[in-house]
């Protein structure tokens, strides 16, 4: 370890041994108050002590004897056995009694020490403690104030210790007895933080308590009258240091005038051992908030319930007992009438699948008669259908025939399209009956929209030669009447002729003069061109 890490660790070590003296001046000075008669005079004073004169004041062995004293009042007796307000500065040669009071004194406070059952007084002598040496008178005084503190933390002590003991984890009595004050006291800690809402358990006592929270649900579960959630809260929201311990340390001597031996908020924050272990045994001594164990008084009245208990025990395993027997004979009776009742069940049951076994069987028949029915139905029905669909098969041939015979006289073109409709089918012989049916069926079909269509284009046609005929009869018409008119124009011409027929002897008119007549007979037309050229050569 280097040099630094030395001087730092001296360095804290000295600060917790100042911080020890700074306490147990303070706890001296509060013990020692009611003997401020004896240990203060005109010309020389015990009191007050501080950490200046804390060694000085203790060599004459007198504040220790008065210690003593205070805890144990059979180990010493200070104002006969010690000689008070000595003049150390006097102890020489010169002034041999004085050296020897003060070796009478802290002989007398050694022999008182080791008087006491639970302090070690080893390699402790008269001159250790006149010589002021500090780790040895340190380690006394912390072994009076431990001893005094843990002389409770005992089953003895506090018989009401005994709910501490863990059964969940196979604990006895026995362990929790064979437990050191402080472990006991480690365990009286977490007894009370596994009841509170805070889920922290302490795993020590300085480090773990320097932020108080452990400390403050500890004092909510001891005294939860006196220290109330709301000033938990209040103390936790101070920032972690001196004022949340010093906080935390009023609420202890003000509410559970916790006063045994308090630290300074120092000690707590810093988490100084000796200090925080001496103010959580002070906190348990004050409140142990453990339900103390029944008294002789409610220990006979518990006795005197439990014998009563037990005869009201006894009769009610008595009526039992009875009852139990008149459940018994209940069961047989019920046993045999169950009995009975299943028989008649049994014989019920059989009767029943008889009369099911014969309604089964007529429904049986009556299934058949209805199938037969059903079937009988179903073939006269079919045989029925059958020939009505032969009937009108009967009558679709009929019907093919005639349509075929009236294709024949419709001439050249309906004679071709009934070649083609009545192509020979397949051969019968192929065919099943139904089969053959449906392939007449189609080719019924077939035939009749071939006849259909063929009916249009014929209804078509003859629509036109309705229409051509019509037209001829109209020319007819009108060729009549021409011919009616050419022939009155003819006898018209016939007699012109003859009227101006000329004298000569030529045969034949003149041409010219003929076509004159005939315009002047039918008019300067085209028509009459026509017919005087068609007439001319005929003439």
Avoid at 468 to 473: A, G, I, P, T
């Amino acid at each position: 370890m280097s040099s630094d890490g030395l001087r730092s660790m001296e360095a804290s070590h000295l600060e917790s041994v100042a911080r020890e003296i700074a306490a147990y001046s303070e706890q001296l000075n509060r013990v020692m108050a009611p003997y401020a008669d004896d240990l203060v005079t005109e010309h020389h004073s015990y009191l007050p002590l501080s950490p200046d004169n804390f060694f000085e004041q203790l060599r004459d062995g007198v504040l220790l004897g008065y210690l003593l004293h205070h805890y144990w009042p059979e180990s010493i007796h200070p104002q006969q056995q010690l000689t008070r307000h000595l003049d150390l500065g006097k102890r020489d040669t010169a002034y041999s009694k004085v050296t020897y009071q003060v070796n009478a004194n802290l002989n007398a406070v050694v022999q008182a020490a080791k008087s006491v059952k639970g302090l070690v007084v080893v390699n402790l002598g008269s001159d250790d403690i006149l010589q002021g040496k500090r780790e040895l008178v340190l380690g006394l005084l912390w072994q009076i104030f431990n001893s005094r503190l843990a002389s409770t933390l005992s089953l003895a002590a506090r018989p009401e210790l005994v709910r501490l003991v863990d059964i969940s984890a196979g604990e006895s009595l026995l362990t929790l007895a064979q437990l050191r004050p402080d472990a006991l006291l480690h365990r009286w800690i977490n007894y009370h933080l596994q009841k509170s809402p805070f889920p922290r358990r302490a795993v020590n006592l300085h480090k773990d308590l320097a932020d108080c929270e452990i400390y403050l649900f500890l004092l909510g579960q001891i005294a939860p009258q006196q220290i109330t959630m709301q000033d938990i809260q209040r103390i936790i929201a101070l920032p972690v240091g001196e004022n949340r311990a010093a906080a935390m340390l009023q609420l202890a001597t003000e509410r559970l005038g916790c006063r045994d031996f308090v630290p300074a908020p120092k000690d707590i924050a810093s988490g100084h051992v000796r200090l925080n272990y001496a103010f959580c045994a002070s906190l348990f001594n004050s409140c142990p908030g453990i339900e103390p164990l029944p008294s002789d008084d409610d220990l006979r009245a518990m006795r005197m319930n439990i014998v009563q208990l037990d005869n009201e025990l006894k009769d009610l395993q008595d009526q039992l007992r009875i009852s139990q027997e008149q459940a018994l004979q209940e069961k047989l009776a019920f046993s045999a009438q169950l009995s009975n009742q299943l028989e008649e069940q049994e014989q019920a049951t059989q009767q029943f699948e008889l009369q099911l076994a014969e309604h089964g069987q007529r429904l049986q028949r009556a299934r058949d008669e209805l199938a037969q029915q059903y079937q009988e139905s179903l073939d006269k029905a079919l045989a029925a259908h059958q020939n009505q669909q032969l009937a009108q098969l009967a009558s679709q041939k009929q019907l093919v025939v005639a349509i075929k015979e009236r294709l024949v006289s419709l001439g050249s073109k309906e004679l071709l399209f009934c070649k083609e409709a009545s192509s020979e089918p397949p051969s019968p012989s192929m065919m099943t009956e139904e089969e053959q049916l449906l392939y007449l069926l189609r080719e019924i079909g077939t035939l009749i929209e071939q006849v259909a269509s063929h009916q249009d284009v014929l209804l078509d046609e003859n629509t036109q030669l309705k229409a051509q005929v019509s037209e001829l009869q109209g020319k007819v018409n009108h060729t009549t009447k021409i011919y009616e008119q050419m022939g009155d124009s003819i006898r018209q011409y016939a007699e012109l002729v003859t009227k101006n027929k000329p004298q000569s002897n030529s045969s034949s008119p003149d041409k010219t003069h003929r076509s004159s007549l005939l315009k002047r007979l039918f008019g300067a037309t085209s028509k009459t061109d026509d017919l005087t050229s068609s007439i001319a050569p005929s003439q």
